[in-house]
Structure formats: C-alpha cells, structure tokens
C-alpha cells in the first residue's frame, strides 16, 4: 500500500522559517517527479516547487530565492525549508509523487498546514 506522508507544518511568525518533509512509502518503480503544491483559502491548489530524480528544479515566482527543494532518492523523500516567510505563504501543503511512462502512478499527501502570523 501506497502511503505518502508529509510533517514539519506549523506557525511561524513572518521572516521565520520552517523545513517541510515528505515521505513516500511501499513505491515499488522509481518515482520521476517528487514536489509541493499548496492550496491558500479560498485559493486554487498551486505548484510551489517540484525536483526530477536527477535534481532538476522549477519554482514559483513566489517562492524564488526563498524556498529550496530536495530530495533523497533512496529514501524516497522530498524536502521544502522554507525561509522568510510570509502572510501570504500560509496554506495547505502537499506532497506529490509521480512516475510518467510505463508504470505510470501519482499519489498525493494528506496536506500539512503552514500558518505565517504575527
């Protein structure tokens, strides 16, 4: 059974910083794409950052210069450290996996909440 599983959401207050983790489990063929999307309220879900397997990166505008993302492959996990953050970076975060071509899957997390508040 698939599980992917995302921790390290919370509160911070804005120009804080918080490192998000994603762990995906029981994946038998190698996953291509490991990334962060997030869904503000009343806000459309969007991508934040995703990485390839071989560490080839795409950001939002937003988070440029901000947040960084990576990945260990053998472990099967994607990370997000987010720093100076701000209001309007408060969401739902979640994990996404995917695999393309043969063999073809994507599985999502559950969501991890990011509030940004003074």
């Known amino acids: 059974q698939v599980q992917v599983v995302e921790s390290g959401g919370g509160s911070v207050q804005p120009g804080g910083s918080l490192r998000l983790s994603c762990a995906a489990s029981g994946i038998i063929l190698s996953i291509n794409v490991m990334g962060w999307y997030r869904q503000g309220p009343g806000k459309q879900r969007e991508l934040v950052a995703d990485?390839?397997?071989?560490?080839?990166?795409d950001y939002a505008d937003s988070v440029k210069g901000r947040f960084t993302v990576s990945r260990d492959n053998a472990k099967n996990t994607v990370y997000l450290q987010m720093n100076s953050l701000k209001a309007e970076d408060t969401a739902v975060y979640y994990c996404?996996?995917?695999?393309?071509?043969?063999?073809?899957?994507?599985?999502w997390g559950q969501g991890t909440q990011v509030t940004v508040s003074s």
């Open positions: 996404n996996v995917r695999r393309y071509g043969l063999g073809s899957y994507e599985y």
């Open positions: 990485i390839t397997r071989g560490g080839s990166t």
